[in-house]
């Protein structure tokens, strides 16, 4: 081979390496930019999570497992009496109460009087009642906790301000999530992190 040929060679093999060198960097640069982008977009979630938790709120869940993110504070209860709303003479006084009703496959043991239950516990002790499904709506507004005509595409409800101000579908919304967080999460999961999402867009509380 001639020194021309050689030279040519050589010059051609460091335009292919400084071409596949720029490409590999172009993967890199945007696998981080992807990577920043659903960090920036998760932390969402987290600040709402965190929004509620900063509140001097009891937070409570009745139902199914919410599968809510890791930051999301909330204590299971087994039942709407006096008992499992009472905390640990630890935990101090708090300013009120969220009850959240987890209810996506409609199989929750309840009955009129539980609502009847929880309407006075709203209007007397500043409890929030958040409803998660359909199937409870009926029984609640024959109960008084509502009176108004719904969609039947409603499948969730908020109750606050001692009852008197309420929200429905308020968590009906998926696209109030993130994308990036959307897209992994199940069915279950998508109306407690809609929920999450709008307490702090909102500011129920």
Same mark, same amino acid.
């Given at each position: =081979?001639?020194?021309?040929?050689? %030279?040519? /060679?050589? @010059?051609?093999? $460091?335009?292919?390496?400084?071409?596949?060198?720029?490409?590999?960097?172009?993967?890199?640069?945007?696998?981080?930019? #992807? #990577?920043? %982008?659903?960090?920036?977009? $998760?932390?969402?979630?987290?600040?709402?999570?965190?929004?509620?938790?900063?509140?001097?709120? !009891? &937070? =409570?869940?009745?139902?199914?497992?919410?599968?809510?993110?890791?930051?999301?504070?909330?204590?299971? %209860?087994?039942?709407?009496?006096?008992?499992?709303?009472?905390?640990?003479?630890?935990?101090? &006084?708090?300013?009120?109460?969220?009850?959240? &009703?987890?209810?996506?496959?409609?199989?929750?043991?309840?009955?009129?009087?539980?609502?009847?239950?929880?309407?006075?516990? =709203? #209007?007397?002790?500043?409890?929030?009642? %958040?409803?998660?499904?359909?199937?409870?709506?009926? !029984?609640?507004?024959?109960?008084?906790?509502?009176?108004? @005509?719904?969609?039947? /595409?409603?499948?969730?409800?908020?109750?606050?301000?001692?009852?008197?101000?309420?929200?429905?579908?308020?968590?009906?919304?998926?696209?109030?999530?993130? +994308? &990036? @967080?959307?897209?992994?999460?199940?069915? +279950?999961?998508?109306? @407690?992190?809609?929920?999450?999402?709008? =307490?702090?867009?909102? +500011?129920?509380?």
């Amino acid at each position: =081979m001639n020194a021309k040929r050689l %030279i040519v /060679t050589l @010059v051609f093999a $460091a335009i292919l390496i400084g071409f596949f060198i720029w490409i590999i960097g172009v993967f890199i640069d945007d696998a981080a930019r #992807k #990577k920043r %982008i659903w960090r920036e977009e $998760a932390q969402k979630v987290t600040d709402a999570s965190e929004y509620i938790n900063s509140k001097n709120y !009891d &937070v =409570m869940y009745f139902g199914e497992d919410l599968n809510a993110p890791q930051s999301f504070n909330a204590r299971r %209860i087994y039942s709407f009496s006096p008992d499992e709303f009472i905390l640990a003479e630890d935990e101090g &006084v708090k300013d009120g109460h969220i009850v959240i &009703v987890n209810d996506p496959s409609g199989n929750l043991p309840l009955e009129k009087e539980d609502w009847n239950y929880m309407l006075g516990r =709203m #209007k007397y002790y500043d409890y929030i009642l %958040i409803y998660l499904g359909t199937s409870e709506l009926k !029984d609640m507004q024959e109960a008084g906790l509502y009176f108004d @005509v719904i969609p039947d /595409t409603t499948k969730s409800v908020i109750f606050y301000n001692k009852g008197i101000s309420k929200d429905f579908g308020f968590a009906d919304d998926y696209t109030v999530i993130p +994308e &990036v @967080v959307r897209q992994d999460l199940t069915s +279950e999961q998508l109306p @407690v992190y809609a929920m999450i999402m709008q =307490m702090k867009a909102k +500011e129920y509380i």
